[in-house]
C-alpha cells in the first residue's frame, strides 16, 4: 500500500475517477465533464470574457494615459527641475544676475518681471516701514508675548495680528478709495464731500496724530521724493496731494500719512508696469499691500523680540498707575 500504483488501485476501488498519470489528468477531467454532461447531472455554463485587470497606476501615469485630479493650482514656481523656478525666472539667474528682493516679490506676488524703479520702490517700503518703536501696538504685543516666555513664531504672530484697520491696514484703504476718487472722475473737493457724506469714514491715509504740515513725516518725503523721482508718471500720488492741501486747510495734522502715500504711490506703481484692470483689481482684493506692510513690519518685530530675549527681560506687567480702576 506505500507504492503509488497502490494507493491509486485503491481509491479506484471505492469509486474514485483515477488518471493513469498526472498528465493525463486534464482529459479525465474532461472526460468526466462530458459524462456528467450527457447524463444531465451538470449544466454547462456560457463562455465569458474574464474582466479586465485595470493597469497600475504608476505605469499608466508614466505612459501619461491617466492622471491624479489636481486638489491645489500653483502658478508662480516650480521646484520639480533641476533648477527651483519663480514665476519661470531661474533661480540660479537671480543670484547670478544679482536680482533684488523687490525683483523677486515681484515675481512671487504680482507674477511681472518688475523693471528696476519698481523693484527698487517695494524695497524702500518695506525699509520704511521695518520698525516704528517699540509703543505701536505690532512691537508692543510681540515685546509682551516675548518676555512671557514664549517662542520666536507665538511672539511674531501676536504682533502681526494687531495689523488691521487701526494699524497698518490704512495701506489697502487708502489705495482703493483714492483710486475710486481718481477713476472716477471725483475732483477733490467732491471726493471728500463723498467720503464724509457717503461713506462716513475719515478718508484713509489722512491724518496723523503727530505730524502735521509743519512738522512733516520724513518716510513721506522720501516716497515722494523717490516717485517723483522715477516714476514715469503718478496720477494717484498729484491726485493726493491735491486732496491733502484741502484738508489742511481744516486742520494742519491732516496730511497724507506714510501709510497712504504707500498705498497710493503703489497705484502709480502698478500704472507703470502695465497691469490690465482685472489685474490691478485683484492685486487689492488679494491684500498685497497689506502684504508689503507685514513683511516690513516683521523685520522690526522680530527685532524687539531679539532684543528682549537678549536682556533676559523678565514678564511685563502693567503699571498699576496706567489703569484707571473704574469698578469699586
Not at 486638489?71 to 533648477?83: A, K, L, P
Not at 527698487?120 to 516666555?149: C, M, Q, W
Not at 502715500?261 to 492685486?283: A, R, S, W
Not at 499691500?289 to 523678565?314: E, P, T, W, Y
Amino acid at each position: 500500500m506505500e507504492t503509488a500504483d497502490a494507493k491509486n488501485k485503491a481509491l479506484a476501488e471505492v469509486g474514485v475517477i483515477v488518471p493513469e498519470s498526472y498528465d493525463t489528468f486534464g482529459d479525465k477531467i474532461r472526460e468526466t465533464f462530458e459524462k456528467l454532461k450527457a447524463e444531465g447531472k451538470i449544466e454547462p455554463l456560457d463562455d465569458f470574457d474574464p474582466p479586465q485587470i485595470p493597469q497600475a497606476y504608476g505605469k499608466a501615469a508614466a505612459q501619461g494615459i491617466v492622471r491624479r485630479p489636481t486638489d491645489v493650482v500653483v502658478t508662480i514656481s516650480n521646484e520639480r527641475g533641476d533648477i527651483l523656478t519663480y514665476n519661470g525666472v531661474p533661480i540660479d539667474k537671480i543670484i547670478s544676475e544679482e536680482l533684488s528682493l523687490g525683483y523677486v516679490i515681484g515675481l512671487l506676488w504680482l507674477k511681472k518681471e518688475l523693471p528696476p524703479f519698481a523693484a527698487k520702490y517695494i524695497e524702500l517700503v518695506l525699509k520704511l516701514t521695518a520698525d516704528h518703536g517699540p509703543a505701536v501696538s505690532g512691537a508692543h504685543n510681540a515685546i509682551v508675548t516675548a518676555r512671557a516666555g514664549k517662542d520666536l513664531m507665538a511672539s511674531l504672530a501676536s504682533g502681526i495680528l494687531t495689523i488691521g484697520p487701526r494699524f497698518g491696514g490704512a495701506i489697502s484703504d487708502a489705495a482703493k478709495y483714492f483710486k475710486m476718487g481718481l477713476d472716477s472722475g471725483k475732483h477733490p473737493p467732491d471726493f471728500i464731500n463723498y467720503m464724509k457724506d457717503v461713506v462716513g469714514i475719515n478718508i484713509p491715509g489722512i491724518g496723523h496724530r503727530i505730524k502735521s504740515v509743519q512738522n512733516p513725516d520724513i518716510r513721506v518725503t522720501l516716497l515722494k521724493k523717490f516717485v517723483n523721482e522715477n516714476f514715469p508718471k503718478h496720477p494717484y500720488l498729484d491726485y493726493a496731494l491735491e486732496v491733502e492741501k484741502l484738508t489742511t486747510q481744516k486742520r494742519n495734522n491732516l496730511i497724507l500719512n506714510v501709510d497712504g502715500c504707500i498705498g497710493i504711490c503703489f497705484l502709480d506703481l502698478m500704472e507703470n508696469i502695465d497691469l490690465t484692470p482685472e489685474e490691478k483689481q485683484d492685486v487689492l482684493d488679494t491684500e498685497v499691500l497689506n502684504g508689503l506692510f507685514v513683511l516690513g513690519r516683521s523685520i522690526g518685530m522680530m527685532g524687539h523680540i531679539f532684543d528682549q530675549k537678549r536682556q533676559r527681560a523678565a514678564l511685563y506687567r502693567q503699571p498699576w498707575d496706567e489703569i484707571l480702576y473704574a469698578s469699586k
